[in-house]
């Protein structure tokens, strides 16, 4: 059994950048993430609002930020959690067992991040991979020349309609609102890239024989009308992965949110949560804050 001060769960932004705080305060750092470092981060196509660069590919940042944690902490991939118990010891709080292994930790930090939110009509599930997809740069070379719709109207969705048009694709966005509450720099890009948009529908139905032929969609009138399309990339925003955090105790919000206060601290003694699962302004810059105050936190804990 494999002993650490923290144990960070989760390898985005969040958990990489509570990894290099928690190493560099001199306690041993263990990061696990069941699937590949970066998380859908790695998905990003171009991010503009990072600090330090112009423009970057979210799987560019995620390499970089990689390699200085590694400096700093262990990092293990596809390693699923099976269960985490809270103990009574004189050294250790929490019992962590893997799909791998087993760990004692005097500290957690929850950073699990969220997962792509579905539509939930009929076809979504039907044509998974045969036409629905939810990243557009992991996809989208499939459409090239095709016409697709992106479902959505946030800064992702943008993004991926832009990456989709430069690539050659013929995009068409849905948006079930009457504006986008998109950044304003990215709406303009829209504009100029001259990509459609319909606003004020929703997708009903998706439909086709082998693979994607045509979606159905629903106005705010009340009129239902098809749009032939060969992919659509649904873009509506992420669901908190609290799964771990449910079964630990730990307090969630009305929206399954993690519950944390200033210093990032939950409910339970030495648990600590970052990014994204913990709900606010789902930024990578915002979601690295929080990871350094949750290991200075749990540093300060210890230390007492």
Same mark, same amino acid.
């Given at each position: 059994?494999? %002993?650490?001060?923290?144990?960070?769960?989760?390898?985005?932004?969040?958990?990489?950048? #509570?990894?290099?705080?928690?190493?560099?305060?001199?306690?041993?750092?263990?990061?696990?993430?069941?699937?590949?470092?970066?998380?859908?981060?790695?998905?990003?196509?171009?991010?503009? +609002?990072?600090?330090?660069?112009?423009?970057?590919?979210?799987? =560019?940042? !995620?390499?970089?930020?990689?390699?200085?944690?590694?400096?700093?902490?262990?990092?293990?991939?596809? %390693?699923?959690?099976?269960? !985490?118990?809270?103990?009574?010891?004189?050294?250790?709080?929490?019992?962590?067992?893997?799909?791998?292994?087993?760990?004692?930790?005097?500290?957690?930090?929850? /950073?699990?991040?969220?997962?792509?939110? *579905?539509?939930?009509?009929?076809?979504?599930?039907?044509?998974?991979?045969?036409?629905?997809?939810?990243?557009?740069?992991?996809?989208?070379?499939?459409?090239?020349?095709?016409?697709? #719709?992106?479902?959505?109207?946030?800064?992702?969705?943008?993004?991926? /309609? &832009?990456?989709?048009?430069?690539?050659?694709?013929?995009?068409? &966005?849905? *948006?079930?609102?009457?504006?986008?509450?998109?950044?304003?720099?990215?709406?303009?890009?829209?504009?100029?890239?001259?990509?459609?948009?319909?606003?004020?529908?929703? @997708?009903?139905?998706?439909?086709?024989?082998?693979?994607?032929?045509?979606?159905?969609?629903? +106005?705010?009138?009340?009129?239902?009308?098809?749009?032939?399309?060969?992919?659509?990339?649904?873009? $509506?925003?992420?669901?908190?992965?609290?799964?771990?955090?449910?079964?630990?105790? @730990?307090?969630?919000?009305?929206?399954?949110?993690?519950?944390?206060? =200033?210093?990032?601290?939950?409910?339970?003694?030495?648990?600590?949560?970052?990014?994204?699962?913990?709900?606010?302004?789902?930024?990578? $810059?915002?979601?690295?804050?929080?990871?350094?105050?949750? #290991?200075?936190?749990?540093?300060?804990?210890?230390?007492?």
């Amino acid at each position: 059994m494999k %002993e650490y001060d923290i144990i960070i769960i989760g390898a985005g932004p969040a958990g990489l950048t #509570a990894g290099i705080y928690g190493g560099r305060q001199g306690k041993k750092t263990l990061i696990l993430d069941k699937d590949l470092v970066g998380g859908v981060g790695r998905e990003v196509p171009a991010m503009e +609002n990072y600090p330090g660069f112009d423009i970057i590919a979210g799987i =560019k940042l !995620i390499e970089k930020i990689q390699k200085q944690t590694e400096k700093n902490s262990e990092i293990r991939e596809l %390693e699923s959690i099976k269960r !985490i118990d809270k103990i009574k010891d004189l050294d250790f709080n929490f019992n962590i067992e893997t799909d791998k292994d087993e760990y004692l930790c005097k500290a957690i930090i929850l /950073a699990t991040g969220s997962s792509y939110r *579905h539509l939930n009509v009929e076809g979504e599930k039907e044509f998974l991979g045969r036409g629905v997809a939810y990243c557009a740069t992991c996809d989208g070379m499939f459409f090239r020349g095709k016409d697709v #719709a992106i479902v959505g109207g946030g800064n992702s969705s943008l993004q991926e /309609a &832009i990456y989709l048009t430069n690539i050659g694709c013929n995009v068409t &966005i849905i *948006h079930r609102r009457d504006k986008f509450r998109a950044d304003i720099f990215l709406q303009e890009r829209i504009k100029e890239k001259g990509i459609n948009v319909i606003y004020s529908s929703q @997708v009903k139905k998706i439909e086709g024989k082998n693979s994607v032929e045509s979606i159905t969609l629903l +106005n705010n009138k009340n009129e239902e009308y098809k749009l032939k399309v060969s992919g659509v990339f649904i873009s $509506i925003g992420y669901d908190p992965q609290t799964e771990l955090a449910e079964k630990l105790g @730990v307090e969630l919000d009305e929206k399954k949110y993690i519950k944390t206060d =200033k210093s990032q601290k939950t409910n339970i003694e030495y648990v600590y949560s970052a990014g994204d699962v913990t709900g606010g302004i789902k930024q990578w $810059i915002v979601a690295s804050s929080e990871g350094a105050i949750s #290991a200075l936190s749990a540093y300060n804990d210890l230390e007492k």
